[in-house]
Structure formats: C-alpha cells, structure tokens
C-alpha cells in the first residue's frame, strides 16, 4: 500500500535540497570528513539512476554514511550542532533509500540501524521543526522495511517503533490538518507487522485516542457530546463548511490506519467499542461517507470487527442498536460500484440478517441495556413485552439488567437526557408489573435515582421519573 507524500513534507524536502551548504567550511571545522563530503557529493544533485548505481557500487561507504562505521560517525552524528548539515543528511538519507532500494537491507544489516537518527525525534517540542518531521520520515522508510525483511520480534525495532508512535501521536493532535496527514500517513506504512499493530494498540492512548478525536470531528461530534451517533447527523460535507469537519483525504487516511488495525480484530474489538463506541460511530460515518472509498474501509473495517468470534457476543447486539442494519440497507440502494465494497456489504448484511433473525424481543432489549446508551426502540413502550418479561429482567442472571440500569441511571447524561427518560420509563413498567420485585431496584438506589430525576431540567425525565414514582406510591400503604 502506497500513498503519495504529503505535499507539506515534499515542500520541505524540496526547500532543503535548494539550500547551498558550504561543506568545505563544515570539512575544515571537522564537522565531516573529506571521504564524507567526497560521498555526499557523488550522489548530491545527480538523477535518480545515477544515484542508484553510485549507492549499489558502494553501499558500504552509504552505509556508513548514514549509520557509521569502521571509518568513523554517521555525520548524523558527527554534524550533531549543524541545524543545516542534519536537515540535509535526513532528506538525502530518504532520497537515498527511495532511490537506491540495495541500500535499505544494508543499513538493516548494521548493529543499531536507527539509533543516530532516533535522537533527532526530541530535537525541539516544536511541531513544525523540520528536523523530528524529517527524522520520522526516515525512521518510517527504514522500519517499514524492517518488518518486511523480518516480521518476528527485534527489540531494536520495537523500541525504535515505539518512540516514532510518541512523536507522531504529538503531530495528530496538531490544530495543522497537513501534521495531522503526515502523522497519519507514516502511521499507515508502519502497521505492516503483527508485533507493529499490537505495540500501537499498547500505546492507544497515544496513538488511537487522537485518531478518533479526528473522526468525531468530521462528523462534527466530540467525546463530551455524541448523542448524534444513535441519532444521524448532516453530512460530512456539511460540517467541513460549518468548520467543523476534516478534509476527505485526512479521513480517508485515518480511516485506512484503522483498518490496518482492524486485522488484530480479536485483541482490539471490545476495547474499541468500550472506549471509543466504534460501532455507532462508524454508522454514522457510513451514512455521512461522501466517496466510495471512504465507504469501502469503513465496511471492511467493521466486518473485520464483527467476523472475529470473541468479537460477535458483544459488537453484534450493539451493531444492531446502532441501527447498523437499517445503514446497510441504505446503502444497497445506493448506485455502488466498488466490488470489494459490494462484497463486503453483502457479507456483512448476511451476518446481521442471521444474528437479528436469531434474536428474541427480550434478547433486543438486553443488548440494548448491556450497550450502555438507550432510545426510544419499540420494547420500551410496549405493554406487552413488559407484561410478559418485566419479572424475567428483575430475576434474570443475579439482577445484571437492572444493575446496568441503575448504572447507566448514574451518569448525568447532559447532552441526551432522552436516556434518562427511558431508563424511568423502564423502572415505572417494572414496577407495575411486577410490583412484588421492587424491593430489587430499590437496593440497588435506583427508587432513589429516580427521585432525584423529577426535579431534572429536561421536561421528559421529568415526566417520566414522575410516572414511576406513581407506580411505587401505588403500594406505599403496603411498605
């Protein structure tokens, strides 16, 4: 998988590669050494074929160059205080590995293939230093290529890939979109390896945090308010206007590192939906998503969420609560083209199509509670299902639905205060039903809770909650 250079890095390059260098002064101070310059020049302003023959006829000498060797310091070393000379070496460093391909395995092949370049990441807690950007952008190229070589464990490697995963977390919480898309991009070449994907879910903190801070922002929601993602929004296209969104190609970027995630689905999937609800929030992206692209990884990226078997007991309840099914739906009459993309949907309509048909009222209404979130679904207002299930719900399995009933009671919930009301909804139809039973939900302070909640702000809580505790001082004269 390539993708082009950002134009914000191959600015830089280009201003750097101009910039004259008086490398005889920097030879006098012993900066670098005669044999350095007589190597750098060889392969300085000369075209691409030219380089790559000059490199593979000496890859010893470039190998040195870069790294050092018995002939002394990488001048990444030795030039240490020139800002100018390190600038140059790291452009020349990726221009040398792009173009001459022998020379990768061969600055593998030395002792400690990253550590005069490692150093250069904590150059300046600037964002906009030229010189951690361009050091992040050799490291990518080299460990890249040292996962290909050799996917299995490398202390070196790792720990070269951890401190690149730190420098570039810095750059996705940038205010820069073009930061941002640097960061995002060296992430996607990163992720070629096992170990590599699992030592980023290690650091999710870090890394995957600010990734869906980007995607809330296109959809124009955050983490303190994100009750549009059981409720629609607008479009992307829309919220970009409003300054609220993210370029196309920075989502579709970000969206493409998940997905590379997405293949250690079993060890990332309840983690994703517990701390970032991945499953709601890609609804949302999918009927928002303005290009086929961007629709392609978002499906593929949740069929390898909701295929893995630890995964489905608990993604496909709440895939179904975010109403994830009826986007599909949405979808097929959409004018697609993509065949990966039609192949994925089918697929994943076909697994939802078999978990929904397997499933009871009572099974809906449990995976909604256990999901954490509530709405208005057709089991809360039926009398029906709670005449026939209200008991069940307060006998059932040690009390666990009323407990995450009273814990979702909990929260303030301030920008969907609707979950509130349906969580008293909930509590008045128990206790009508099955009034011998509430002894179970006041134990547990929900009686409490949602007396506390008739004097909410929100007119609907209010009404609620004061309907359940209608139902309770039905039987106040028995207590």
Request: contains cysteine; hydrophobic residues 35%.
């Amino acid at each position: 998988m390539s993708l082009d250079p950002p134009t914000y890095l191959s600015s830089l390059e280009n201003n750097i590669r101009a910039r004259p260098i008086p490398w005889e002064g920097a030879v006098r101070a012993g900066t670098i050494t005669e044999d350095d310059l007589k190597t750098i020049k060889s392969v300085d302003k000369v075209r691409k074929e030219q380089r790559r023959k000059t490199v593979e006829g000496d890859l010893e000498s470039y190998q040195s160059l870069v790294l050092g060797g018995s002939k002394g310091k990488s001048v990444l070393e030795s030039a240490a205080k020139r800002t100018d000379v390190i600038q140059y070496m790291l452009v020349l460093t990726g221009d040398l590995i792009n173009d001459a391909s022998a020379l990768v395995p061969k600055l593998l092949e030395h002792p400690e293939p990253y550590k005069p370049i490692v150093p250069y990441l904590t150059h300046s807690s600037s964002p906009e230093d030229p010189i951690p950007l361009l050091a992040s952008s050799v490291l990518s190229s080299l460990l890249s290529a040292a996962q290909t070589k050799s996917p299995k464990f490398n202390p070196k490697t790792d720990e070269a890939l951890t401190e690149v995963y730190k420098y570039l977390s810095n750059l996705t919480k940038s205010h820069d979109s073009g930061l941002q898309d640097i960061a995002v991009q060296q992430y996607s070449s990163l992720l070629r390896s096992k170990k590599a994907r699992e030592l980023f879910w290690n650091h999710r903190d870090q890394t995957v945090q600010p990734l869906f801070d980007i995607l809330r922002t296109a959809t124009g929601f955050n983490t303190d308010s994100d009750s549009t993602l059981y409720n629609g929004g607008s479009s992307i296209r829309t919220a970009t206007e409003a300054g609220l969104g993210v370029g196309l190609q920075l989502l579709y970027h970000v969206l493409l590192t998940l997905w590379q995630l997405s293949f250690e689905a079993s060890l990332i999937g309840k983690g994703l939906e517990k701390e970032q609800e991945i499953i709601p929030l890609y609804a949302v992206l999918l009927r928002l998503s303005p290009k086929e692209k961007t629709t392609r990884v978002l499906l593929s990226t949740l069929l390898n969420l909701l295929s893995a078997p630890s995964n489905k007991s608990i993604l496909l309840p709440i895939a179904t609560t975010a109403r994830l099914p009826a986007v599909l739906s949405n979808l097929k009459a959409r004018h697609l083209t993509d065949p990966d993309l039609l192949e994925d949907l089918k697929a994943l309509n076909e697994m939802l199509d078999e978990y929904t048909s397997s499933q009871t009222t009572f099974d809906e209404y449990a995976a909604e509670v256990q999901s954490g979130r509530l709405r208005w679904s057709p089991p809360h207002k039926d009398a029906t299902f709670w005449r026939e299930n209200a008991r069940k719900i307060l006998e059932d399995d040690q009390n666990a639905l009323p407990k995450k009933l009273q814990e979702i009671m909990g929260k303030e919930w301030d920008d969907e205060k609707q979950v509130l009301a349906i969580a008293c909804n909930d509590v008045g139809w128990m206790v009508k039903e099955a009034p011998e039973k509430r002894t179970v939900l006041e134990r547990l302070g929900v009686k409490g809770r949602v007396m506390e909640l008739m004097s909410d702000k929100d007119e609907g809580v209010r009404w609620e909650s004061l309907r359940a505790v209608g139902e309770w001082l039905r039987y106040s004269f028995d207590d």
